[in-house]
């Protein structure tokens, strides 16, 4: 069956360093991909998404690659803020619903 | 401004209640979907619903029950089977047509904690 793997946290940084959260899924086909981030004590928000292979998603100055031969879909930006603090979670389209990782706590200070 | 709410945020419960959570959506979303967040075991689906009248369950629908008698609503009843209720509820709703690439619209959440 479709599952989303996600690299276990918390990731620490300092402001301004390079993020990278991995993300590794296994699926039929090639799946729409996705990133979304939760504030504490809200809901999901869709950060980024691809839709097909090699598809780059970004937003808010983060970046993920859909790279089919490796199945992977990484999370990275180049100079996190204090703001950035928060959970990340990988998720692919399976059929008629999503599916989640388990979520990646990334701790920014100042 | 479109959305979702979710009502209460905050639920209290003795053992043995049922309880229901709200979730109303003005999106026009044809699929709804009740989400369960436990700390480090990421989304578990209960419900969804793809279309007024008809839902089907998720991986830990036991102990839950849903309808869906209105497109912009879905509501959650977490039962008296349900062993271990206590968590953060989410609920999201996506277009459910042709084009979509499936972006979940969430709410804010409910937190349920059993006394």
């Known amino acids: 069956g479709n599952s989303v793997t996600q690299m276990e946290g918390p990731v620490t940084l300092s402001e301004e360093a390079f993020l990278t959260i991995n993300c590794t899924y296994t699926a039929t086909g090639y799946p729409s991909l996705f990133w979304y981030v939760q504030y504490p004590g809200e809901g999901l928000q869709l950060l980024l998404k691809?839709?097909?292979?090699?598809d780059k998603g970004s937003n808010k100055g983060f970046e993920a690659t859909y790279r089919k031969e490796t199945t992977s879909f990484h999370l990275e930006k180049g100079s996190v803020q204090v703001s950035d603090s928060a959970v990340y979670f990988c998720a692919l389209r399976g059929f008629q619903k999503l599916v989640f990782g388990t979520g990646t706590r990334l701790l920014v200070s100042p | 401004d479109g959305g979702i709410t979710q009502s209460p945020k905050y639920l209290f419960r003795k053992e043995g209640q049922n309880v229901t959570l709200s979730c109303e959506q003005n999106l026009n979303h044809d699929a709804m979907y009740w989400y369960r967040q436990d700390p480090g075991q990421g989304l578990r689906l209960i419900y969804y619903?793809?279309?007024?009248?008809?839902?089907q369950k998720g991986d830990i629908a036991e102990g839950y029950s849903v309808s869906r008698e209105k497109k912009e609503s879905f509501p959650l009843t977490v039962t008296s089977a349900q062993k271990n209720p206590t968590a953060f509820y989410l609920c999201a709703s996506t277009d459910g047509g042709a084009a979509n690439t499936g972006e979940l619209f969430f709410g804010e959440g409910s937190r349920l904690t059993v006394l």
């Open positions: 619903s793809q279309i007024v009248n008809d839902f």
């Open positions: 691809a839709t097909k292979a090699d």
